[in-house]
């Protein structure tokens, strides 16, 4: 039995995994649990973060307008299903003036990091970049500097230091939708300034993974387990009708988690699902966020699903790291 590192969420949405059903990761049953309407102008919910906070959740939602602008929005909810997004955006404050402006934000992460709320997104900065704030209370955000150079996509940090640096994946773009991609680790000692970047793992281009031939990157923070830091991510191959993004898993060394232990060849999660497969952007699951319960086990993913509403689907610590052993990239690499 693997063990998640962190600490109890008793009241962890959940579904057990239905009778007869063999895949690693099961969907919530009343999905999408966020729909085009989550609030008063929004086209579009999804690829959005969540934390315990409180006595239930709180988290960043990525809502698209009706004049398709792409902003984050606090919500909060008692039971992790049930969402109240704020029609104001993020009241973000301390910027230096010069890279306040906002040009577009999306994507976010969130992690509880030594006392604080710390969110990541995709930053608009003459193209996109990793915008990075802290909270205490989900009203007022504080904007550090921008991670790093445009161009950059999916940044993701740690729930704590590694070896005495802050640690922060990316995946690092163009400024259009970006036909390559590959993970990388860059380390802080003060989440402004980040530098001894590493590469953590790419693309595979083989029939054994072909899901993951066009880009990887980073999903919810990393899990903490005993075993070694375990990834949701995802994967993109390219079709003739466009990307089809799909989830898959990972386990990265503890002390040195730009090394891959274990990675999934097979997908963990993947479109198929009508709200999945259908929608502003067909074919993509898109995870950004994990709820993981130190207790049992339990781990509940928040992914967005075909660019326009949200899902969530469940799964364990257990099925997952037996799945990515099991089903291992790095013994054929
Ligand atoms: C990626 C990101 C995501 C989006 C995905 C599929 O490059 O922009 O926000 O979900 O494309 O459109």
Redesign the pocket.
Known sequence: MAKIIGSAIPNLPWEDKPQGYTDPVWRYSKNPIIGRNGNKRSNSV??SAVVPFEDGFAGVF?CDSRSISMDLFAGRSDDGLNWKIEDDSLNLVGADPEIAPNQYR??ARIIPLEGKYYVTW?NGYHGPTIGVAWTEDFKTFHQLENAFLPYN??GVLFPRKVGGMYMMLSRP?DTG??PFGDIYLSQSKDLEFWGRHRFVFGTYRGNESAWQSTKV?PGPAPIETDEGWLLIYHG?LTTCNG?V?RMGCALLDLDEPWKVLHRTSDYILAPWELYECVGD?PN?T?PCAALADADTGRIAIYY?CA?TVTGLAFTTVDELISFTKEHDLQKIL
């Open positions: 999804f690829n990525r999306y994507d995709c996509r999916n773009s939708h970006t990157g993109v990307f993004y952007v993509v898109f967005g660019d």
